[in-house]
């Protein structure tokens, strides 16, 4: 399968703070999906993205579709307790086979 | 609006004893239909996918086999369990009626401790 790289593995840091990851792929992506996954739940949606320099806004959420269509970036602005957990990026191949990347642990510090 | 019905929640079981997970999709037809698997909270492992009924596509080889019996079932199952089956299991849809570009969307899982 394909791989996705996802950094930082974690992060702790001070509610209010902003907050940026991003997702690397061996190969090239048409549809980036950021997700968000809360301890004992399955993985929510977040932001889909499906052209290259695409940005995108939900709410404090913001992600991007890199240029080179080989990785994506999520930003949090402004971080509130409830934002703990774990992100993971995600693609589609070309035969809907969606691939995980290895996802970034959240805490918020109040 | 479509949802998606995972069960059990929880399952605890010995090793060497069968396995029946279910997923049911509602609200939409002919989607494609995943498995994946989660060990300690980190890395969604795709287990099998399905594009249709009796259509099952494996990608690692495993103590698991799956079946679509259904358009929106999707069954896990194993005939003997071993320790290493372990983990979280999440069924996932996607497609359907919706146009390609649609993102895969998660039931809530099942907790699967193979004791």
């Known amino acids: 399968g394909q791989q996705l790289n996802q950094s930082p593995q974690s992060m702790f840091i001070q509610e209010g703070e902003d907050v940026s990851m991003n997702c690397t792929s061996s190969?090239?992506?048409?549809?980036w999906l950021w997700y968000k996954q809360d301890p004992g739940e399955g993985p929510v949606l977040l932001i889909a993205?499906?052209?290259?320099?695409e940005l995108t806004s939900n709410g404090r959420l913001t992600a991007q579709f890199g240029i080179t269509r080989k990785d994506s970036f999520l930003n949090i602005s402004a971080s509130i307790p409830s934002d703990v957990g774990i992100y993971f990026c995600?693609?589609?191949?070309?035969?809907?086979?969606?691939?995980f990347g290895t996802g970034t642990s959240l805490t918020v510090i109040p | 609006s479509q949802t998606i019905h995972q069960w059990p929640a929880t399952l605890v079981q010995p090793v060497g004893s069968p396995l029946s997970l279910e997923c049911t999709v509602e609200?939409?037809?002919?989607?494609?239909l995943y498995w994946y698997r989660q060990a300690a909270g980190r890395g969604l492992q795709l287990l099998f996918y399905?594009?249709?009924?009796?259509?099952i596509s494996s990608e690692v080889p495993q103590n698991l086999s799956a079946s679509r019996p259904q358009d929106r079932q999707f069954i896990l199952s194993s005939k003997k369990l071993l320790l290493s089956d372990s983990g979280f299991y999440l069924c996932?849809?996607?497609?359907?009626?919706?146009?390609?570009?649609?993102?895969?969307?998660f039931g809530n899982g099942t907790r699967l401790t193979v004791t």
């Open positions: 996932a849809w996607m497609g359907g009626h919706l146009s390609y570009n649609s993102p895969l969307h």
């Open positions: 190969s090239i992506f048409n549809t």
């Open positions: 993205l499906y052209k290259a320099g």
């Open positions: 995600a693609g589609p191949n070309t035969g809907n086979q969606f691939y």
């Open positions: 609200g939409t037809s002919n989607p494609n």
């Open positions: 399905s594009v249709g009924i009796g259509q």
